[in-house]
């Protein structure tokens, strides 16, 4: 009797551990940080796990009348480390060329091997978004005031204007080239490599959008105000990978796990423990 308790109890508790629906796989939730603000522009480093994030202030962001406050963050070994000596607002990792560069409000930076930020290029201009894919030297930019794209050559230190895109608040790019993007807090779109004319996604909310990512498989996958959906390059109707009953402000991959971020939380999905 107290055998069948016990198993009727490790059955419930593994239930729920594992009740969160991802592509139709069970998978756990944990609560890796909890935060004062908004996480915002996840990135993994898959070398050594460090998960990259900016954190906006948000009585600054809901003031008008003030600029809004941000800082940039690394999460290593289980704690938060700010990046004090840039005005961050975002981040991306090269694998390739083993670094993690940081846009600033005053040119690209990256980390040193102390998580220092060191100036790189493009002094005095306002970058506000970064995605580096993982085959190429390419590093995609988005510009303050006007949200322009750049595809930034890290070797010469030089941008040139992405054309066909005309803003983006969020930016993903597949290895295909294809680049996804939201603009004016409008609807999300795909440009296609060597296409001038986007493609529109259909059944997602206007102003839903809240980040973008690409997984390890190389499947963009969008994180809206209902949940996380794949958008393809071939169907203009997404497939819906997970429900969220939370508005998402940051996506990020490290293989099979997922990181979610909301207003004072990142959470972590992982499948290792429902097989």
């Not at 991306?92 to 102390?114: H, M, P, Q």
């Not at 941008?159 to 609807?187: G, H, M, R, T």
């Not at 997984?215 to 393809?232: E, F």
Request: some cysteine; overall charge negative; charged content about 25%.
């Amino acid at each position: 009797m107290l055998l069948l308790l016990f198993l009727t109890i490790i059955g419930t508790v593994y239930s729920e551990n594992c009740s969160y629906i991802y592509n139709g796989s069970p998978y756990d939730r944990t609560a890796v940080l909890t935060i004062k603000g908004l996480p915002t522009n996840l990135v993994i480093n898959p070398v050594n796990d460090d998960l990259h994030f900016t954190l906006i202030d948000l009585d600054s962001l809901q003031n008008d009348r003030v600029q809004t406050k941000m800082d940039q963050y690394v999460f290593s070994k289980g704690q938060p480390i700010k990046i004090d000596n840039v005005n961050g607002q975002a981040a991306a990792v090269d694998v390739k060329n083993k670094k993690t560069y940081i846009a600033s409000d005053d040119g690209l930076y990256y980390l040193d091997e102390n998580n220092k930020a060191q100036f790189q290029s493009l002094k005095d201009d306002d970058i506000v978004q970064l995605f580096k894919p993982p085959s190429d030297d390419k590093l995609y930019a988005v510009f303050f005031p006007e949200n322009e794209v750049y595809v930034i050559d890290i070797k010469k230190n030089e941008k040139k204007k992405v054309d066909n895109v005309p803003c983006a608040f969020i930016l993903a790019v597949d290895a295909q080239d294809n680049i996804y993007y939201e603009c004016d807090s409008k609807y999300v779109k795909v440009i296609l490599k060597g296409f001038q004319e986007p493609i529109e996604f259909v059944g997602i909310a206007k102003n839903s959008a809240r980040a973008i990512a690409v997984d390890s498989y190389n499947r963009v996958v969008l994180a809206t105000n209902d949940g996380l959906y794949w958008v393809k390059p071939d169907n203009v109707i997404p497939s819906k990978f997970m429900d969220l009953d939370y508005v998402p402000s940051g996506l990020a991959f490290d293989y099979d796990d997922v990181y979610v971020a909301a207003s004072g939380v990142i959470y972590k999905y992982s499948a290792s423990g429902c097989k």
